[in-house]
Structure formats: structure tokens, C-alpha cells
């Protein structure tokens, strides 16, 4: 059974840092494309990061370079995002993303707010 679990979301303030996990099972995670997506009432859903396979390539929206890391550890089959210098626009819910078989998790709350 195909599972991705995110955890590591909450309330901190601007400027505070936070680091998501995804915990992938039933699946060869070490085989997928791994993203991190985040949705906010009324917007669009954005790509916020994403990394290859093996971990060698990653990219960011523009809105996060700088203050967002993505990695992997294919041998805990689990995906980080590290966020520093939070901004109250980076109040979402944080999915995490498998592609090609496009799997998704249920989702992480992370506010930012004072």
C-alpha cells in the first residue's frame, strides 16, 4: 500500500524555521521524482521545490529560494524541506509529491504568524 506521511508542520513566527518530512512506503521511493507542493485557500496550487531521484538536482519557485532546502535519504525512504526565515506568506498546507505515479500525502499545516 502506496503511503506518504508528512509531519513536522505547526505555528511559528516570522522568521522562525520549520523542516517538513515525507515518509514514503510501498513504493520505490529512490526511483521517483520527489516535489513539495503547498496550497492556500483561494490560490493556486505551487510547486515549491523538487529533487531528483538520486538527490543530484533540485529546483525552487522563486518565491523560496534562499530560505527553502530541499533533500532526500533514500535510505529512510523520507524527503525533507527545511524552511528558514518564514514568511506569513508561506502560510499553506505542504504536500508532499511522487512522481511519475504522481502519489500524494495527506498534508502538513505550517502558519506563520506573530
Known amino acids: 500500500q502506496v503511503q506518504l506521511v508528512e509531519s513536522g508542520g505547526g505555528l511559528v513566527q516570522p522568521g522562525g524555521s520549520l523542516r517538513l518530512s515525507c515518509a514514503a512506503s510501498g513504493f520505490t521511493f529512490s526511483s521517483y521524482t520527489t516535489s513539495w507542493y503547498r496550497r492556500t485557500p483561494g490560490k493556486e496550487r505551487e510547486l515549491v521545490a523538487f529533487?531528483?531521484?538520486?538527490?543530484?538536482?533540485?529546483n525552487y519557485a522563486d518565491s523560496v529560494k534562499g530560505r527553502f532546502t530541499i533533500s532526500r535519504d533514500n535510505a529512510k525512504n523520507t524527503v525533507y524541506l527545511q524552511m528558514i526565515g518564514l514568511k506569513p506568506e508561506d502560510t499553506a498546507v505542504y504536500y508532499c509529491v511522487c512522481r511519475p505515479r504522481d502519489y500524494w500525502g495527506q498534508g502538513t499545516q505550517v502558519t506563520v504568524s506573530s
Open positions: 529533487i531528483s531521484p538520486g538527490g543530484g538536482s533540485t
